[in-house]
Each structure stands twice: as structure tokens, then as C-alpha cells.
């Protein structure tokens, strides 16, 4: 009697990263559309016939039809596959809205769109699904509520599929937008609660999981790139629970202190050491202590330009990096006349100055030096 399910969600098909530049971007996008190949391969290698996606299959309504259909195209690659595809806070069914355009053409049919609160059985597997699909962004009513009080054959395996918050029993969880009830499998005698729109990885208690979304899109988002194998053995018994990895690219956060050219090229190795596929590795990278001039500029060569190239995308945040100017940086950009003056006077600014003057004078100074040393290397 032992089922196997693939559970995921939160694909935010057309899901647009505005942060990258447009060949990069074209790159994430594609790798979504890749994790549904990943999912399906998976699925026939463990002999799953059910896939659950619980909601935000599309990252918004407004798409185009190629947008629209490449899921659907990928999907149709796996007819020994069950797709049960779930409307979520991003892609609601709304009359005439986009599940309506999907039906208007022709489905596989080895996908279901759950559109309605309503069991749907399978009897040859002993198995019932109760979606509760998001009919509007945001609603005050516990979707998965109607569960409760179904008349269903005994004997069933139920799994329900939800998209919503897991919240506690308060009196502000009235004020919560699709909030959804954590002890709703024993409520509802569910063997197990398939959830999405956490985008991380999350065990809410033994039949009740976030499965993450099956590609990392954000710095923020904690175990994301996976999805879950359940294997149920009987409606009573706890699921048996698998995670699996489904993702292409790794987002990652790194902070470190820089003082000396030294720091830099240990930070430099540091990130060519965190991969082999630098090429799928999107950092976030926040760097502080302090710096000459010329070690800035040498911060720029190493770092900026040198192994951002090797990453997939790299950002940056030098907030709390500080220039200190010292009288080598003075002398390469000039020993005497007009130009060492303005450069003497951008120094004090950067240690007299107000918070605004202070950083608008060691931009300026940064600027003045490469520019300098630029000039001088054409010279040569």
C-alpha cells in the first residue's frame, strides 16, 4: 500500500531578477525551468507517480503565452508522472485569469490544476488529495479548514496541499493572510499537509512540511534548492520523509574584515575555494576594516573585477569599507602644485568632515587616485 509523493512548490515561473543584468538573469530564469526536469527525472528513477507543486507555480499573472506554457512543455516530458499544480498568493485562480488561459488550451494529461476545495480520489492507489487553492492573494479564511469535516471512504491515504503561513493559535491570527492551521493533519486525519511559500526547507511537525522552493532566489532564503520524497506506508503510520537536492545555482552570504592587501588576497582565495562551479554561485559579499588607497584600488582589480568574473553574479557591499589615505597614495597622485593641494584638502574632508562630507571626500579622492595612476600607466 506504500505511496510515493514528490512533494514541492514555489517555482515563480517568470520570476524576474532585476538586480543582475539581462544575461544573467536569462540564466536563473532558465534554471527554474530546469528544476521541474530535475523533479521528473527523480520521479522516475524512485518510481513516483504523484508530484504535489503546493502553489506559486508562476511567479505573477501577467504572462506571456511562451511563459505560460514552457512548465507545461516539461512537464508533458514525464506521462508516467502525475503534476498536481496548485494556485497560490502569486498566481490565484481568478475568473479569467491565467488558470483559465492554460485551460482554454489543451492540457497533458498527466497534469491536474486543483482549482476547487474538493477531494479528488485515486482508488486504485487507495489514495485521496485535498487541495485548498488560493482563490485571491490574500484571504483572513484558513484554506485548508474545509478538510475537517469531509465524509471520505475509509481505508484513504489523505495528503492535502496548501499554500499559506503556519501560525499559532492567538488572537492576532485573524489578521494573518492565508493562514493555515499546524495542527490541521491531526485535525483533519491527514497523513500528510504538503505546503508551500516558505521558500526555505521546513519541518513543521512529522505531516507537515515546507518543501522549499526547488531553486534558491534569494540570499535570504535558508535550505532552498530542494524538494521532499514521502513515502506513506498507511494512513495511520507517519510519513517516512526524504529531502532531496534539486537546485543548480547556490546563493550565499559572506562578511569579512580587510585591512591590507594580504586580506584581500586571502579573501580572494577564500571565494575561488567555495565551489568548483564558481560559474553557479551568487555571492553576497560584505567587506569592512579599512584601506590605503591603493590597496582600494588593488580591492578593485582583485576582487571586483577579477573574481566576480568567475561567479555567477557577486554584489558587494562596502559600506563599512574605509579609506585611509596615506602619503604614498598623496604622491602618486601628485608630489606638488594645484592637484596635491585638492588631494590634501579631499584628506581632511575625509577626517574633519561631517558624515556626508566625510563620504562624498573619500569618493572623490578614490576617483582622483585611480584616475592618476591611470594616466600614469598610459604614460609608460
Known sequence: MRIKIIHTSDWQIGKVFRFVDNQTMGLLQEARLEAINCLGEFAEKNDVCHILVAGDVYDMEALSPRSLNQPIERMRNFPGVRWHLLPGNHDPHRPN?????????????????????????????????????????????????????????EGLIRVGIAHGTVVGFGSDDNNIPNHIAPDRPVRSGLSYLALGDWHGQRKINNRCWYSGTPETDGFDVLDGGKALLVEIDDPVADPKITPFDTGRYRWIRLTERINRREDIDFLSEKIRSVDENLNRMLVHLKVEGTLSLGDRE????????????????????????????????????????????AAEKLKRMTEEGNDSERGLAAEALQRLYLEHTKLEAERR
Do not use: C
Request: charged share 25%; no cysteine; hydrophobic share 40%.
Open 97 to 153: 485569469g491565467l488558470w483559465d488561459r492554460l485551460f482554454r488550451g489543451t492540457l497533458p494529461d498527466n497534469i491536474y490544476v486543483h482549482t476547487r476545495p474538493e477531494p479528488v480520489i485515486f482508488e486504485n492507489e487507495s489514495l485521496v488529495l485535498l487541495p485548498a487553492p488560493l482563490l485571491h492573494r490574500k484571504t483572513l479564511e484558513d484554506p485548508t479548514a474545509y478538510m475537517d469535516n469531509l465524509s471520505l471512504p
Open 298 to 341: 588593488y580591492f578593485q582589480q582583485q576582487i571586483t573585477d577579477g573574481v566576480s568574473a568567475a561567479l555567477g553574479f557577486l554584489r558587494i557591499d562596502d559600506s563599512q569599507l574605509l579609506s585611509s589615505t596615506t602619503e604614498e597614495d598623496l604622491d602618486r597622485i601628485d608630489k606638488r602644485g594645484f592637484v596635491r593641494a
